[in-house]
């Protein structure tokens, strides 16, 4: 299994507080995402980052900020919790010679 | 833009007997691989198999194998001697490519595979 971590596992948390969700890899891939999954749908890019300080957008990532300031490391930040960002967040990477994305155990975050 | 589409949100299935899982996409591209995962209660996502459009060779893993129908679009995936442990959500995926190198997985909704004892 890749190294992945995710923490915190599970969040409660109420509207408008900031929440930072962590994602930690030990395979030293270059390429590392978020994604949300909602119930009827499958999985949904939030933000990705194809390397240290670079950073991008994906296709739900309105409310979300990112951060990569080590190779390991993945940060992603809801400034301002809403409760339509209740939802299971997976973090995933790749690299290497497959490019196949594996992901981390997940985090069900809820905003009251 | 890809879709991916699965249309069975539900399948039950004999333990011991073979069960196929439909997926179908939507592309422009002539390249591009093709992915199931499964994700059982544990929530964790597990990469199932994988088939590369080029190929014109069926993927297999042991019990689970494809049929890739380039010209059709369509990828299901095929689960033999189905046992307990494999009831799960099964989540058919695309890769696209985001830039040089870098790509995202567009998801279908999935489906539901119950085995019965």
């Known amino acids: 299994d890749a190294g992945i971590t995710q923490s915190p596992r599970h969040k409660v948390t109420e509207t408008g507080t900031p929440v930072t969700l962590r994602c930690h890899q030990t395979?030293?891939?270059?390429?590392m995402y978020w994604y949300r999954q909602d119930p009827g749908h499958g999985l949904r890019l939030i933000h990705y980052?194809?390397?240290?300080?670079?950073?991008d957008k994906g296709e739900v990532s309105d409310g979300y900020s990112v951060s990569r300031s080590k190779t390991e490391d993945f940060l992603l930040t809801l400034e301002s919790a809403t409760s339509s960002q209740t939802s299971v967040y997976f973090c995933?990477?790749?690299?290497?010679?497959?490019?196949?994305?594996?992901f981390g155990p997940g985090t069900r975050l809820t905003v009251l | 833009a890809q879709t991916v589409t699965q249309s069975q949100p539900e399948m039950s299935v004999q333990e011991a007997e073979t069960v196929t899982l439909s997926c179908t996409y939507d592309?422009?591209?002539?390249?591009?691989?093709l992915f199931w995962y499964k994700q059982p209660p544990s929530r964790q996502m597990i990469l199932v198999i994988r088939?590369?459009?080029?190929k014109q060779q069926n993927a297999t893993e042991n019990r689970f194998s494809v049929n890739f129908q380039k010209a059709a679009k369509s990828f299901s995936l095929k689960i033999s001697d189905s046992q307990l442990g494999d009831a799960a959500m099964y989540f058919c995926?695309?890769?696209?490519?985001?830039?040089?190198?870098?790509?995202?997985?567009?998801w279908g909704a999935g489906t539901k595979l119950i085995i019965k004892p």
């Open positions: 088939q590369e459009a080029y």
């Open positions: 395979e030293n891939h270059r390429y």
């Open positions: 980052s194809y390397g240290v300080k670079d950073t």
């Open positions: 592309t422009s591209e002539s390249d591009y691989y």
């Open positions: 995933a990477i790749s690299g290497g010679r497959t490019d196949t994305q594996y």
């Open positions: 995926a695309y890769r696209s490519e985001l830039s040089s190198s870098n790509y995202q997985l567009i």
